[in-house]
DNA sequence: GATGAATGAGCCTTCATTCAT
DNA sequence: AATGAATGAAGGCTCATTCAT
């Protein structure tokens, strides 16, 4: 677990920041950049919009702060892991982790979407942050552990990339979803199960032949 | 098919409308509906603001406009495809139908995400008339056909959300995947691999070891 | 009455030019100038608004000949009676003449309000062509015959303008006095009733008790 | 009276809502509520646009919100008038109180008029809330006194509508009639005499008999 | 530290007017 | 003579941002 016990007493200013970030994390994921109202953010915060300009030069940076916000625990996630072992297990975990955490944040991964569709400033710092390093990490483990058909080398881009799609875009979409199936993609239940899926294409890919009694069945 | 040989000569009209349709499209896709400034799609369209509103009421209805726009040839190739046979082949075939229509409109399914991510008004509109059926059939023909572990019915909306993710998302986060990987996922190649991934999993997914002679050679 | 053989067959672009004049004065009657719209106008008259714009080179001009259209008869009413006969009995049938014609354009009082309220540029020309010399004279009349009290020389602008206020007033107050009273000002026997109303007025001011015989039955 | 010294000291944005509304009603009673630019009134009042939205949801609220403001010491005056005596003196004081009220806001009888004119939206709420409570108990009185030829019932509408059109009438033109006749309308002396005239018209439709020595003559 | 009050800039929309057919 | 198509110039209203208290 992160460190809890250090951040002891919060300011009182530290806390309305908070709640401005949390507000504003809300509108953003909703509304985009252009389309968040300062007034809305300042009121689903409770404080003034005055106050809220004390906190936060402006609405871009403010845009850019709960970006940081959101990426900083997944870097501190990807060095985490970055330091472990490799392997199918470490990956599922990786992913696992990964899926923990945009739960907690539903809006983060719109947040993501949001800049990627609309090519936005912080779009650049995200890849070079964090998705870069990440993903090719990925690509090069996949490259390094592939053998069998029909996998090959050149796919690697395209299935680190699906693991995006398919954890980022599993709470981007989530209202799409809710509205085909009936049932909220973003439910403890949902999102368990969209978190094994993932898990399973893994070793499906990876069937780990070598490592006998481990992971039988799959293929 | 339908009739392509009636509508010779376009309107004047017709032409500015179309033309403004196209210019919509792209500025909503990359700054959503709220960013979007009237002039700026009137200036893409290079006609006057003014004659925008000629032609349609608002920037409302001219964005639900061009969604229709997008969606309605995805109607058309669902009920192509719900009428013809089903199966494996079939599946491949449609998914790579889409693809190809994606492609060919990158800028819609970043629409389609802003849709959703926003919960915009024609969100619902997209899950009854597209998504709904079409994975909602998707799902049955899942469950009606797989047999093997590790796959089992719970996880038919997963699967097929899976190909949404990975059909739409492609197109949807391409400018995040062209910053980190270095080179542009809508390019030719890009999709055709893409198209060929999903191919992939469909036949990883159903693997058809018991019929002989059917569905050869589609990869 | 006024010459209605000359004008044989109106040309086709004279009955054009009647329609959107005609349609005007409504509009503007209700609107005023500056609520007035072409576009209303035009589709009021059923003619394209280039079109209007074929007979009148401005709003403002269409504007101006609709109030030239409104007061030429009136100033040959006056004309026609100042070359009569003075006394009660005339400025009765002046008093009837006038109600009549504004009870036939309704419109017209509004515009001329609307006018004078708003200080409008055709205002002066108002005063200049018709109210000024006829107020005027009758007010030199007024002081000419009046004698015995409460009247004076003092009263004469303020008895001729009643009579403005009570004739012009009653069409273009219609609106409020129909919502007050139930019933509307511009019906036939109301329009008779304050005409025989203005006709008492004048005979209570004008006693006339020396010539007998005289303004028997104008009543 | 209602408190007058409980308000002492008016807020800063009370005093701004009033200049407002003091603007506000100079240009509405000059161009009317479609000709009004919203601009116009807010350089008028000596603040920003914007400020003006802070105040006022929209033109056409602030409109409804001078003419209310407009009527409501009429309604005061009507209400204080109807608790007590009547009769001709007390109808002869209500015309003089009205009239000093239209003569220190001038701008109020041409809103009512271009209220009526153009049919708008208040004129209902005028009728009634007062013109319609004043002018039928007004009705009502003169049926129940007046006696002699020339008048009968049938007229009480007609007079009482007379007294409305010499009073609002006499603001609401004064531009015509400067025009006109040289001389301000709008000045205290020409005020007065109508307020006169309209005293001695009362006067002369209710010759009051019983007052020996008075009123000789005029019948 | 917080807020009520205010503003310049800009956005969506409409309007009077023109042009090409 | 008439019209469909187009436009420059506002107009109403909102927004991000600032200032005085």
């Given at each position: 677990m992160l460190e809890k016990t250090e951040k002891v007493i919060p300011t009182r200013a530290e806390l309305t920041r908070e709640r401005i970030l949390e507000a504003a994390e809300g509108v953003f994921a909703r509304t985009g950049l252009n389309g968040a109202r300062v007034r809305e953010i300042a009121d689903a915060a409770g404080v003034n919009v005055a106050t809220l300009y004390i906190y936060f030069p402006s609405k871009n940076e403010l845009h850019e702060t709960v970006l940081e916000r959101g990426v900083r625990p997944l870097i501190d996630l990807m060095e985490e892991f970055s330091s472990g072992p490799r392997g199918i297990e470490a990956a599922g975990q990786l992913v696992g982790a990964v899926m923990k955490h945009l739960a907690a944040r539903p809006n983060f991964s719109r947040l993501v979407y949001l800049e990627a569709i609309s090519e936005g400033s912080y779009l650049s710092q995200l890849a070079r942050t964090w998705f870069g390093p990440l993903l090719n990490r990925a690509a090069r483990e996949f490259n390094d552990r592939t053998v069998s058909?029909?996998?090959?080398?050149?796919l690697a881009p395209l299935v680190v990339a699906a693991f995006v799609h398919l954890s980022f875009g599993h709470f981007a979409l989530a209202p799409l979803f809710r509205e085909v199936?009936?049932?909220?993609?973003?439910?403890e239940e949902w999102v368990a199960q969209q978190t094994k899926f993932m898990a399973t294409l893994i070793r499906q890919m990876f069937p780990e032949p070598a490592e006998p009694g481990a992971d039988r069945g799959n293929d």
């Open positions: 058909a029909p996998w090959d080398e050149s199936f009936g049932s909220n993609p973003i439910s």
